[in-house]
């Protein structure tokens, strides 16, 4: 039994399905009409195809939603260090340290999400749709949702790296790093059941030159590893003193938000 089970998971892959739902614990708790319920949908199957469409239509964990105060804390992290952009080789170290003290809080947050538990299953339950109106329905749902992640966190590294003279490295878009962390941050937080150390562990580092170390995470080393790799200091950012003020004054007024 166990081998053929096997063989048969190897085969077509292991799916994640809607069983743990009752189909008439549903009607139930609805409150509605057992009678009006096999009207509508004969048999459960339909029911279960049509709340995948529901679900998907909904999918869409947003990462600002999840987190409303990232960009403000961003904003006084690069305040508090924004001497460190006068020289150009410590740009790489200021944005690390802004990632540094987000990415940790921010994988908590998804880690503990019911919308991001879903949204991963989603993507899991759509590989293992036969080709039909319901696997395209629900592609074109998670692609919309894909597209409106992506580019909320290109929206928010664009403005961390364009406030402290960073750009992409030729060829390389703020969409490709966003896509790049999200999927690191994605990977981390499969990882993190049978993985615990990837929340617990912290360590004493320097990775990109600050001028002292600091407590690091292993969330917050692999996305700014990513993202940092992908920017470069932009030679056309002459950063004076009147410049630094300029600079200061958007973060303090939250232009920032809307730039």
Known sequence: MLDTAAATVEEA??????????FEEIIRDAGVA????????????????????ELAKGASPAIADANPGALPAAARTVLAHLDWARTPGLRHALAGEVLRE?????????HRSSAWRTYLALQATFRSLPDS????????????SERSMVADVATAYSWVARSIGLRPRAGITFETVARLAIATLRGLILMAPSNPEIISQRF???????PEPAEWSEPALAIASVALGLLETDPEVEWTDEHERSVAASLRTGRWAAS
């Open 133 to 144: 109106d319901l696997r395209a329905e629900v592609q074109r749902s998670l692609t919309e």
């Open 102 to 110: 987000g990415a940790l809080g921010e994988f908590g947050i998804f």
């Open 204 to 210: 004493q580092a320097n990775p990109f030159g600050a």
């Open 34 to 53: 057992r009678s009006a319920v096999y009207r509508r949908w004969p048999y459960k199957d339909l029911f279960f195809s049509d709340l995948l469409s």
């Open 13 to 22: 892959g292991l799916t994640v399905s809607l069983d743990h739902i009752s």
